[in-house]
């Protein structure tokens, strides 16, 4: 299995400009998390899908951030317009509820470095 | 309000085994105790988990104190490849969100 795919890696843009980063989740797992990353506040949690419905966002920072996922293997996050504060790096992780020795863990792309000038 | 405590950072001779520490004092009979690690520049990577009894896999071993409010994470044979930010979290078994705190980094010495 290639593991939980993001993209891109590596993001540069300019304050007020739009950003989308992209995520593929394992196939067949049917919890997809997406996670913010700074050196201030920590890995945290932004939102999270069951079966690709979200299921909570409260970690989402603000109306600037909106986050889909039209189908099962595919999910995305969106900025807009984005600010110098946004950058971070963005991850993505997956998990299934199928039970097994790893139930439950959730296993986490490698990420996308935002930077926003 | 965090429901874990890490030291902040250890180090660890190659070869050696790692014990790192953590307390959970307010850890409820319904939440598990999770330990996963980041290391330099990826995501963040599960290593074991439990709720009452010992576990132990392939990368580690966790010691849960009889009382719950503290565990341990063993890796057995320390490599430099081990040097990362380790984390422990507890999270309610009917919830799946993980909170991350600021973990211990571990740097191990050749």
């Known amino acids: 299995d290639a593991g939980v795919i993001q993209s891109p890696r590596h993001e540069v843009t300019e304050m007020g400009q739009e950003v989308t980063l992209r995520c593929k989740p394992i196939?067949?797992?049917?919890?997809l998390f997406w996670y913010r990353q700074t050196m201030m506040r920590g890995l945290e949690l932004l939102i999270y899908?069951?079966?690709?419905?979200?299921?909570?966002d409260s970690g989402m920072p603000e109306d600037r951030f909106s986050a889909k996922m039209p189908n099962a293997s595919f999910s995305t996050l969106k900025i807009q317009p984005s600010e110098p504060r946004d950058s971070a790096v963005y991850f993505c992780?997956?998990?299934?509820?199928?039970?097994?020795?790893?139930?439950?863990?959730?296993?986490f792309g490698p990420g996308t470095r935002l930077t926003v000038l | 309000d965090a429901k874990t405590t890490q030291p902040t950072s250890m180090d660890c001779a190659e070869g050696r085994a790692a014990n790192l520490p953590c307390n959970h004092s307010?850890?409820?009979?319904?939440?598990?105790v999770y330990w996963y690690r980041q290391i330099h520049s990826q995501g963040p990577q599960y290593i074991i988990h439990g709720l009452k009894n010992n576990e132990t896999n392939e990368m580690a071993s966790l010691i849960i104190t009889e009382d719950r409010k503290s565990s341990t994470l063993i890796l057995p044979h320390a490599t430099l490849r081990d040097t990362a930010v380790y984390y422990c979290?507890?999270?309610?078994?009917?919830?799946?969100?993980?909170?991350f705190g600021a973990g211990t980094t571990v740097t191990v010495r050749a």
């Open positions: 307010t850890i409820s009979g319904n939440e598990y």
């Open positions: 196939s067949g797992h049917d919890y």
């Open positions: 899908f069951n079966n690709n419905v979200p299921i909570d």
């Open positions: 979290i507890v999270r309610p078994i009917n919830d799946y969100k993980l909170s």
């Open positions: 992780a997956s998990s299934s509820q199928l039970a097994g020795e790893r139930a439950d863990t959730q296993y």
